[in-house]
């Protein structure tokens, strides 16, 4: 963004982005003179083409034929032209209304943000389930399996389920393990892993037991750098004609297969913050497996409580004003479900 282009410049850029992502062929001046007013020559045009190409914003893939953008063109556009944009009011209103059918399931209504991410960007969807910078307790269910062995399930404040298997010395049935899920559940609500531990004592040998592996399960919980990822529409990735070649594909599903590398992305793009939408074209540089790529990802959730994240991946060529919209309504929407269904 550090070039000074004209405004004439500017108009002529949009307009050749605009169209090259809806046809996916190169834009000539004799394009543009058809399709739109601009009140100069087709000479002006070419010129201001050519000034455009210097600049490193278009490329010319034919000697003879129209102008394309580069990832450079692609974020000049993006950051610089695009401006604010909204999904049409009927379709947030459908959105919303199918999130708010789910808010009593966690895990529906995140896959639900990456199916609706998915449809509306036709690109690759990626949602990563609410976690806490914390890891902190909120609720415990014991329950009988078989003979002396009983399933812990764990409930983290911003909707985390961890379950472990515990083998006791003597069995004991579901009354007595209900009525201590309680006793515990009522005793460290709130608490992290050294504050669970802290209560130990005040329980007998069982009730020590099952707080001495809560407290590990939180201390695990919190080394983990995201919750469990989703992912919908991998197929528009495969089907999509940018990625004809093999190895565009594939380093696309590499980054969405590979959870370490996507935290290492996530962790890099996105600041603390929740809300802002950041974009990433062509890798910026600094990730060879989206060089073929662009993203667009936002963090939903409360800051300092439990936030995710959640994006879209699909070519350099992507539909970038409905798809910055469509990230941005869906994450305020998992913001105030993750407000609502688990702050509280």
């Not at 004809?244 to 793009?269: K, M, N």
């Amino acid at each position: 963004m550090d070039r000074l282009l004209s405004e004439r410049q500017e108009t002529i850029l949009g307009l050749i982005i605009h169209e090259y992502i809806e046809t996916g062929e190169p834009i000539g001046s004799h394009t543009l003179i058809s399709r739109f007013h601009l009140g100069v020559s087709s000479a002006t045009i070419r010129n201001e083409m050519a000034a455009l190409t210097r600049e490193g914003l278009l490329r010319q893939p034919h000697t003879s034929g129209g102008r394309a953008p580069t990832e450079d063109g692609y974020r000049y556009f993006v950051r610089g032209l695009l401006g604010e944009t909204e999904l049409p009011s009927d379709e947030k209103r459908l959105i919303s209304h199918q999130f708010y059918q789910a808010r009593s399931d966690v895990d529906e209504w995140i896959r639900l943000a990456a199916s609706v991410l998915a449809h509306q960007s036709q690109a690759a969807a990626l949602v990563t389930a609410p976690h806490a910078a914390r890891a902190v307790f909120k609720h415990l269910e014991l329950i009988v399996t078989q003979g002396r062995q009983v399933l812990l399930v764990l409930v983290l404040q911003g909707g985390e389920v961890r379950q472990q298997v515990l083998s006791l010395a003597e069995p004991v049935d579901q009354a007595q393990l209900s009525q201590l899920a309680e006793r515990i559940t009522a005793a460290v609500l709130g608490l992290d892993a050294f504050g669970v531990a802290a209560i130990g004592p005040a329980f007998d040998t069982l009730g020590q037991e099952v707080i001495r592996l809560v407290s590990e399960t939180l201390s695990r919980a919190d080394a983990v750098a995201s919750g469990e990822i989703y992912r919908d529409g991998l197929a528009n990735v495969l089907d999509h004609p940018d990625f004809v070649r093999p190895d565009a594909a594939r380093h696309a599903l590499r980054l969405l297969d590979e959870r370490s590398l996507l935290e290492e992305v996530l962790a890099q793009v996105l600041s603390p913050g929740v809300g802002s939408v950041q974009v990433v074209i062509g890798g910026e540089g600094a990730w060879e497996e989206l060089r073929d790529c662009s993203m667009v990802l936002a963090r939903y959730g409360a800051a300092g409580f439990a936030t995710g994240a959640l994006g879209v991946l699909g070519p350099t060529r992507m539909a970038y004003g409905r798809t910055i919209s469509a990230v941005r309504y869906v994450s305020g929407l998992m913001s105030e479900l993750v407000v609502e269904s688990f702050a509280g």
